[in-house]
């Protein structure tokens, strides 16, 4: 059985020590004279078997809907029901073996006081009731063996598409594992209790009543202490969940931050990018007008050559001087311009 949180949960169970030792002195002392006024408003063993019999039904549901959705792992869950079948069956032979004589009549004569009878009778019903409630939980088991059995052949033949659900189904086996190990516990437990009921028959009643009041408070001390571990154990989970909400958080936080700076950071490179192309077209229109210049300076310098060849040197050879001069000195400024333009675009580049 799972929690909304994900945690497995295992119905809690009160020691049938403690249960048994607390029904065996109502009991004895519903047999006193004491005791007859106030026999009516204790709750038999009876009554109390029938209110925990929802709930083994509900263990029982939840057990089966576990290894039903269990597929492939359903043979080694299998295998560890079968085993706790076979524990529950030399179990009950024992329990058998050990009631036959409880039920036997006393064979002391006059001497059995109403108090050993009194013991003997509750000891047969406590050992009837818990066997047949056991004989019970022994059918149950025992058919759902046989179920999984079916239900296991079944998922051989569709075992490839069983394997995608195999991950989901672990939290859910290891619940019924152990579902499984708490009734052989339980069972144990049960064994022992049925002993020491046994042994308990011959000590006195003060020292009964003391024991049971010892181990009520171990009880009450055991439940405190679960409680404890548990409150403990929810609130550091919620403490969990809390720092790592915060730590998503500032982590969506930090990757939008750089986001939106990555982005800034691409669009300033792309103006300046634009800007260093504007800036490259710009100077490379104006090379080529500079060029085109140069180019029509070279013309004219050769007309002027082509003049001066066939003019007299007499009367155009000042005149042609100074203009040359004036385009030498306009070409080697262009040429120094066209230089600079040059080293700029580069870096540039």
């Known amino acids: 059985m799972f929690n909304r949180n994900g945690y497995s949960e295992v119905p809690q169970r009160v020691s049938l020590r403690a249960v048994h030792q607390l029904k065996l002195t109502k009991a004895v002392e519903r047999y006193s004279p004491r005791s007859l006024v106030s026999e009516k408003k204790r709750p038999s063993r009876i009554s109390e078997l029938e209110l925990q019999n929802p709930q083994l039904q509900e263990l029982k549901k939840v057990k089966k ?5 269990s597929e492939p792992c359903k043979k080694e869950a299998l295998q560890d029901a079968e085993e706790f079948g076979k524990q529950m069956l030399a179990m009950s032979a024992k329990v058998e073996i050990c009631r036959k004589p409880l039920l036997e009549p006393a064979s002391e004569g006059p001497h059995v006081n109403e108090l050993d009878t009194a013991k003997q009778t509750i000891q047969a019903e406590l050992v009837h009731l818990d066997l047949e409630n056991f004989k019970g ?7 759902l063996v046989s179920n999984m059995k079916n239900r296991l052949k079944e998922g051989r033949e569709s075992e490839a598409p069983a394997k995608v659900l195999a991950s989901d ?6 619940a019924a594992r152990k579902t499984v190990e708490a009734l052989r516990s339980e069972g144990k437990k049960a064994f022992e209790a049925y002993n020491y009921i046994a042994s308990d028959l011959h000590e006195p009643k003060e020292r009964v009543q003391d024991k049971e009041h010892e181990e009520s408070h171990q009880l009450e001390a055991e439940i405190s202490s679960l409680r404890s571990a548990l409150e403990t154990s929810e609130i550091k989970r919620h403490e969990e969940q809390i720092q790592s909400i915060i730590q998503i958080k500032s982590a969506n936080e930090q990757m939008d931050r750089i986001k939106s700076e990555a982005n800034s950071r691409e669009a300033e490179l792309l103006a300046e990018l634009e800007k260093a192309n504007f800036y490259i077209t710009t ?8 060029e085109t210049e140069l180019q029509d300076i070279s013309d004219e310098n050769e007309v002027l050559n082509m003049k001066l060849e066939k003019s007299p040197p007499c009367q155009l050879e000042s005149e042609l001087k100074n203009e040359l001069k004036v385009l030498k000195e306009a070409a080697v400024d262009l040429n120094a311009n066209m230089m600079d333009k040059e080293t700029e675009l580069q870096y540039m580049a």
């Open 65 to 69: 809907d576990q290894l039903n959705s």
């Open 137 to 143: 939980n022994l059918v149950e088991i025992l058919s």
């Open 169 to 174: 189904t672990l939290l859910q086996l290891e």
């Open 283 to 290: 100077v490379k229109a104006n090379l080529m007008a500079k």
